[in-house]
Every structure is written in structure tokens, then in C-alpha cells.
């Protein structure tokens, strides 16, 4: 497997979501009702890269999901290193 400058996987092999249907496609039904298409956006923080603290991790997380609406909703952000 091949390593950064830290010594970790690159960011491609952190997380998997091959396979998973867009959050626009999903179905939802609340009380008998079809809801309208739901977006999903999210920001992603790791430790210790992206923070020392719970604080630092939020706070950069927060940026991250931030960039995931700004670039069009429907996306998930890894923060950069």
C-alpha cells in the first residue's frame, strides 16, 4: 500500500462509498407522504491530521462540510492535510 509524507494511505483509500446510491435518490415516506429529494452534504475531519482537539476537529470539520455546500451540495469534503 502506498504511504504520504505521514506515513498513511492517501485519502482515496480512507473511506469506500463506491456503491452507495446519491442521498437524492433515496426514497423517503413520512406518514404515508413521498418527502421531496433529500441532499446530503458532509464534512470530514480525521485525527490527529486535521486537529489535537475535539474542538480543532469540529471547527475543521465545519469548514469542510462548508466547501461541501459551496461546491454544489450532494458531496462529501475530506479536509486537506
Not at 4 to 14: I, V
Not at 18 to 43: E, Q
Not at 50 to 74: C, F, I, M, P, W
Amino acid at each position: 500500500m502506498q504511504r504520504n509524507a505521514k506515513g498513511r494511505p492517501p485519502k482515496k483509500d480512507y473511506f469506500d462509498f463506491v456503491g452507495a446510491p446519491p442521498a437524492r435518490d433515496l426514497k423517503l415516506v413520512h406518514r404515508g407522504k413521498l418527502l421531496d429529494p433529500v441532499t446530503l452534504s458532509i464534512g470530514i475531519a480525521g485525527f490527529p491530521d486535521h486537529g489535537q482537539t475535539a474542538q480543532e476537529l469540529l471547527d475543521v470539520a465545519d469548514k469542510s462540510l462548508y466547501q461541501s455546500k459551496g461546491n454544489g451540495r450532494d458531496r462529501v469534503t475530506l479536509a486537506s492535510d
